[in-house]
């Protein structure tokens, strides 16, 4: 009796098993999408994994961007305006530079949506800010959950790879 027991609990701990790697493969599936999107999505980094997101879920102005997880929070949708504004509608900020920096290493963070705020474009798979001419980044080309994003060059740097992302 105690050898059934025991072969029934086992079954039960794999059936469990199978259905949390069930439940996280589908929690984390999502598609990459050619166009910018309405209604928001991912900025998903394909060299680290990762999307791009207000740090700490923030929405306060001056707040750093990073890359982390894509779990299709409010702090990793984007949207990118008429005006090529990168817009998170979950702060009503609008991906920016600090200062208004142009040069290189400059950091990243959300702030108001106004005339001065930078501009983004798509440039193959670079997101590319209008002002500088340099990439949206992931500092240090890393690849951990948390590192900030910055302005860097562009050309053959996989940690500058970005694309539209949808979560399912």
Not at 21 to 26: D, V
Not at 28 to 52: I, K, M, R, T, Y
Request: overall charge positive; proline content about 5%; glycine content about 10%.
């Amino acid at each position: 009796m105690k050898g059934r027991n025991l072969h029934i609990r086992l079954l039960g701990i794999r059936v469990i098993a199978v259905l949390i790697a069930l439940w996280s493969t589908t929690a984390l599936a999502g598609v990459a999408v050619a166009d910018a999107p309405e209604g928001g999505n991912q900025l998903f980094n394909p060299n680290s994994g990762l999307c791009l997101s207000v740090s700490h879920g923030s929405v306060d102005p001056g707040s750093r961007t990073e890359i982390w997880n894509c779990l299709g929070s409010p702090s990793q949708l984007w949207e990118l305006n008429g005006k090529g504004q990168l817009h998170n509608p979950n702060s009503a900020l609008c991906l920016n530079t600090v200062g208004y920096g142009t040069k290189l290493s400059t950091r990243t963070e959300i702030w108001a949506c106004n005339d001065k705020v930078a501009l983004w474009k798509f440039n193959g798979a670079n997101l590319v800010h209008a002002q500088s001419g340099l990439c949206l980044n992931v500092v240090g080309f890393d690849t951990k959950p948390g590192t900030p994003t910055e302005l860097w060059y562009c050309p053959d740097t996989p940690s500058a790879k970005w694309q539209w992302w949808k979560q399912q």
